[in-house]
């Protein structure tokens, strides 16, 4: 009797080979947008996440190397969401060796290969000397041959050329590619890719300022376009020919990350794309900026470029926003005035274990800080070494007010359905009670994710101003909650909800007059202040016995669990 040859892992069919092979780089899709689940980036992630990228995959490149199977499967998930850097330094003599340049040459010499590129994050370097980058591993592969740059670029432009566009489309995109192949990639990338569903890009210049050479008129307007024209006003080039993009037909989200002002154009040219994530950092600017900003939002050419995104995303990170001040939360609400149809607005910040973003200890003494220990006024000079504490002071007691930001959304708060209002360093207490905000004047809105620093405002003993007792510190589910709540998940939870009269009325409200007809689920995550054993034993019953009743009479589901999410990551339920 013959015996049958042991199987093999190449055995398999392919379907399920890379269903496999897709759990060698499970976190491909969150590094596109800019996140790394296991170990979170700094405020300038672009080069811990390109080198995340080629780390993770590196074992795919080991697989290409055993069989023809293994090959073409490992080939297909290494540009399933690739992370890149988005510019093509070159060498003397029109040379390069940046990794772009290789990608772009793979997929200009191969045009079968493109539709595997489905998700795509371009990290554009920052204006250093080009010499340091060049030594970077994650920009650049000096263990390759350097490639014609000049060959890519001719061999692009007949990409674009080929398009069924204007001619006056295909001249500025070629124009462009000869002055600076920074930006121009978008609209490469945009012709190569025939699948492209998420577009991620990151513009996080070095300088602290714009240049010189640009007066804060040119900034306060800069706009850019999917077809990586950058324009310095917001009645600029005719980029209607978009739309015949290969990319145009299959683009479903976009995120900007810039620490310059930018607005993207071109969004409405592309019709599945609904979601547009923005991380700018809107901090420290002056007052014409914010007036810049502010008219860059609201034109017609904004209500226009915007109408069809019914999912937004805001990056409130301290690490990527800036620390928060007066300019930055007036252009919070800038950001939203050509936003005429959003059904979710997600306001996303760090999780609740990581409201300490600088790891200072007289600036986080815990997280219930003691306000006395700061400065009694700011320093005329950034340079002391208390600077930083006291802008983070000036921002946890001034600006970051659930309530001042709620407000702001009259002009979207009609037809939004899902809302998330940030955590993380927005929860710090100040030297006040900071007022609530309401939602009963959101008509549709069903799904609301808060942290409890939104519903239990906070007071400590030793507060600089404990005599402000007037304002919204005090409010009843009745008077918070929208009519048509579904689903409420409250996190960053410590034991003060748990035994609050807050949460003991939401159920009896419930429970006696139906109060939300709707109601489906609450969600309570508990935050640090809640241990291990602590939470263990709530969750076996042993403790907070009269919540229990409570949740076994509900009506409506009530799950409890760890604040364990990465919001950055994880959009609305």
């Not at 590094?31 to 672009?46: C, K, M, Q, T, W």
């Not at 034109?299 to 019914?310: L, P, V, Y």
């Not at 400065?375 to 070494?385: D, H, M, N």
Request: hydrophobic content about 40%; aromatic content about 8%.
């Amino acid at each position: 009797m013959a015996t049958q040859p042991p199987a093999s892992l190449g055995d398999l069919p392919s379907e399920l080979l890379l269903q496999i092979f897709a759990h060698v780089d499970p976190y491909a899709e969150e590094r596109v947008l800019g996140h790394i689940p296991d170990d979170p980036p700094p405020s300038h992630p672009d080069p811990y996440l390109v080198k995340d990228f080629l780390e993770c995959n590196s074992s795919l490149f080991n697989l290409a190397l055993t069989t023809r199977t293994f090959r073409d499967i490992a080939q297909e998930r290494l540009l399933y969401a690739p992370v890149i850097g988005g510019f093509a330094f070159r060498l003397p003599g029109e040379k390069s060796v940046s990794r772009i340049a290789f990608l772009l040459r793979t997929l200009l010499l191969r045009p079968q290969l493109r539709r595997h590129v489905r998700h795509l994050r371009l990290c554009f370097p920052p204006d250093e000397d080009p010499h340091d980058v060049r030594l970077r591993k994650e920009e650049v592969n000096l263990e390759t041959e350097p490639l014609s740059f000049a060959d890519i670029v001719r061999q692009c432009r007949k990409v674009v050329a080929s398009l069924d566009i204007p001619e006056h489309l295909k001249k500025m995109m070629t124009a462009q590619m000869i002055m600076d192949f920074r930006h121009i990639l978008l609209g490469v990338m945009m012709a190569l890719l025939p699948h492209l569903e998420v577009l991620s890009f990151s513009d996080f210049t070095s300088q602290t300022s714009p240049p010189s050479s640009w007066s804060s008129r040119d900034v306060g307007v800069a706009c850019l376009n999917l077809a990586g024209i950058r324009q310095t006003t917001s009645k600029g080039a005719d980029i209607a020919g978009l739309q015949c993009f290969p990319a145009a037909a299959t683009l479903k989200r976009v995120k900007v990350s810039s620490v310059l002002i930018v607005r993207l154009d071109g969004l409405y040219l592309c019709p599945q794309l609904d979601t547009l994530d923005i991380c700018i950092k809107l901090a420290g600017l002056d007052g014409t900026l914010v007036a810049d900003l502010k008219e860059l939002f609201s034109d017609r050419s904004a209500i226009a470029n915007f109408q069809n995104i019914r999912h937004l995303r805001i990056d409130c990170q301290v690490k990527s926003m800036g620390i928060w001040d007066f300019s930055a939360r007036v252009c919070m609400s800038h950001l939203l005035l050509p936003f005429r149809g959003l059904k979710s607005l997600d306001y996303y910040a760090e999780p609740s274990s990581e409201k300490n973003p600088f790891r200072s200890l007289r600036a986080f003494p815990h997280y219930q800080a003691n306000i006395q220990s700061y400065p009694a006024a700011i320093t005329e000079t950034v340079t002391e070494t208390s600077y930083w504490d006291e802008r983070l002071y000036e921002a946890r007691t001034q600006y970051t007010d659930y309530q001042y930001l709620v407000d702001t959304l009259v002009n979207v708060r009609s037809g939004l359905e899902s809302l998330r209002l940030p955590g993380g360093f927005w929860t710090l207490p100040g030297a006040m009670r900071k007022p609530l905000p309401r939602f009963v004047l959101f008509p549709r809105l069903h799904t609301l994710v808060i942290p409890q620093a939104a519903i239990l405002s906070i007071i400590l003993n030793n507060m600089r101003f404990p005599e402000v007792v007037k304002g919204d510190f005090e409010l009843l589910p009745t008077e918070v909650l929208p009519p048509k709540l579904r689903y409420l998940k409250i996190h960053d939870v410590d034991a003060s909800l748990l035994q609050s009269e807050w949460l003991k009325d939401l159920f009896e409200r419930q429970a006696e007059y139906n109060q939300w007809p709707e109601l489906q689920e609450l969600e309570i995550l508990c935050g640090p202040m809640i241990d291990d054993a602590s939470l263990a034993d709530l969750l076996e019953r042993r403790s907070s016995t009269d919540l229990w009743e409570r949740i076994d009479k509900a009506a409506f589901k009530v799950t409890l669990g760890r604040d364990d999410d990465v919001p950055s990551i994880h959009g609305i339920v």
